[in-house]
C-alpha cells in the first residue's frame, strides 16, 4: 500500500489578513501583459521601464525588502508578513524584485552612515540596481588573482580594468567593484572594494547571449571615482567580499530566490518541451 502525506502550511489570522492587503495593491499596481523572456536574458528597455516603476512601488511601501529597518527604506515588518509579500509576488511571473542579498549587508556593516543613506536607501526604495562585479575574463573563481586596478590621483581613484560573468536583467545604476588597489602588496592584502556610478564616462557594458540567458561584461577604461566611493579601508576588500560570499554561497540555511536562475532555466525548458514535467 502506498501512503500520499500532504503538509499544509497553517497561516496565522494576521498573515491571511495581510494576504488581502497584499493581493488588493498588487492588483491595483503590478504591471500586466509584460513578454518576459523564460531564458533569463536581460529585459528589454520598454520591459525594464515598467518593471523598474514596480520596484520604485514597492519600494515606497517597504515592500521590496520587508523586513529591513525602515530608515534605510525597508518595511520594518515581522518574517511572517513578509513571507506573505514574497508569495503573493511570485505569483506574478516577474523577474527577481530583490537587490538586498549580496552587497547590503556588507555595506552595513562596513559603510559609513553617509554611504548607507546614499546606496542602501534608494536601493531598498527600488530606486536603483547595483551588479556584483567581481570576476574577471582570466581570473575565474580565484578573486585573488584579479588585474582590475584603482590607482590613486589625489583624492580620487582611477579604475581600468574588465569584469565579467554578471547576468543582470537590468541595466545596472552602480557596480560593487572589488579592484587591485596596491600590486605591490601580498595578494588578499592589496584589494579594495568600491561603489562604482554605472554610468561614469569610461564604461562600456555588452552582452554575449548564451544557450539560457546571457553575460555580461564591463569594461573600465580610466574611470574616476571619488575617495569617498570606496567601502571600508584601500586593502580590506578581501575582507569585505569574504563576507558577503559567506552569506551568498552557504551563510544562510535558506533563503528565497534571488536572481531567478533556476526558475528560469525550468521556465525554458518547460516551453521548450512543450508542456508541464
Known amino acids: 500500500?502506498?501512503?500520499?502525506?500532504?503538509?499544509?502550511?497553517?497561516?496565522?489570522?494576521?498573515?491571511?489578513?495581510?494576504?488581502?492587503?497584499?493581493?488588493?495593491?498588487?492588483?491595483?499596481?503590478?504591471?500586466?501583459?509584460?513578454?518576459?523572456?523564460?531564458?533569463?536574458?536581460?529585459?528589454?528597455?520598454?520591459?525594464?521601464?515598467?518593471?523598474?516603476?514596480?520596484?520604485?512601488?514597492?519600494?515606497?511601501?517597504?515592500?521590496?525588502?520587508?523586513?529591513?529597518?525602515?530608515?534605510?527604506?525597508?518595511?520594518?515588518?515581522?518574517?511572517?508578513?513578509?513571507?506573505?509579500?514574497?508569495?503573493?509576488?511570485?505569483?506574478?511571473?516577474?523577474?527577481?524584485?530583490?537587490?538586498?542579498?549580496?552587497?547590503?549587508?556588507?555595506?552595513?556593516?562596513?559603510?559609513?552612515?553617509?554611504?548607507?543613506?546614499?546606496?542602501?536607501?534608494?536601493?531598498?526604495?527600488?530606486?536603483?540596481?547595483?551588479?556584483?562585479?567581481?570576476?574577471?575574463?582570466?581570473?575565474?573563481?580565484?578573486?585573488?588573482?584579479?588585474?582590475?586596478?584603482?590607482?590613486?590621483d589625489g583624492e580620487d581613484f582611477l579604475i581600468n580594468g574588465q569584469k565579467s560573468f554578471i547576468t543582470g536583467r537590468f541595466d545596472p545604476d552602480y557596480l560593487w567593484t572589488l579592484v587591485v588597489t596596491n600590486p605591490d602588496r601580498p595578494r588578499r592584502l592589496n584589494l579594495g572594494l568600491f561603489m562604482v556610478d554605472a554610468n561614469s564616462p569610461g564604461i562600456t557594458i555588452t552582452t554575449q547571449r548564451l544557450l539560457t540567458g546571457s553575460e555580461r561584461k564591463v569594461v573600465l577604461d580610466g574611470v574616476r571615482v571619488s575617495g569617498d566611493c570606496l567601502v571600508g579601508l584601500r586593502y580590506q576588500g578581501w575582507e569585505i567580499a569574504q563576507s558577503i560570499l559567506e552569506e551568498e554561497r552557504g551563510g544562510a540555511a535558506h533563503r528565497p530566490s534571488e536572481d531567478g536562475t533556476v526558475e528560469s532555466i525550468h521556465e525554458y525548458l518547460r516551453h521548450e518541451g512543450g508542456q508541464e514535467r
Not at 488581502?20 to 504591471?31: A, C, E, G, M, N
Not at 523586513?67 to 511570485?90: C, D, F, H, R, S
Not at 543613506?117 to 574577471?136: C, D, H, K, M, S
Open 1 to 152: 500500500m502506498r501512503w500520499t502525506i500532504q503538509f499544509e502550511r497553517p497561516y496565522t489570522q494576521s498573515q491571511q489578513d495581510f494576504r488581502i492587503v497584499v493581493r488588493d495593491w498588487l492588483l491595483q499596481h503590478s504591471p500586466g501583459d509584460l513578454r518576459i523572456p523564460p531564458d533569463g536574458s536581460p529585459l528589454q528597455p520598454e520591459i525594464q521601464t515598467r518593471v523598474k516603476e514596480f520596484r520604485r512601488a514597492l519600494g515606497s511601501q517597504g515592500w521590496l525588502a520587508p523586513t529591513w529597518p525602515k530608515q534605510y527604506g525597508g518595511g520594518g515588518l515581522n518574517p511572517a508578513l513578509a513571507e506573505v509579500i514574497q508569495e503573493e509576488i511570485q505569483t506574478l511571473g516577474l523577474p527577481a524584485m530583490g537587490d538586498n542579498s549580496r552587497w547590503i549587508p556588507a555595506i552595513m556593516v562596513w559603510g559609513t552612515e553617509d554611504q548607507k543613506q546614499r546606496y542602501v536607501l534608494p536601493a531598498l526604495r527600488g530606486e536603483t540596481i547595483t551588479w556584483q562585479a567581481f570576476n574577471e575574463p582570466n581570473s575565474g573563481s580565484d578573486l585573488a588573482s584579479i588585474q582590475t586596478q584603482a590607482v590613486a
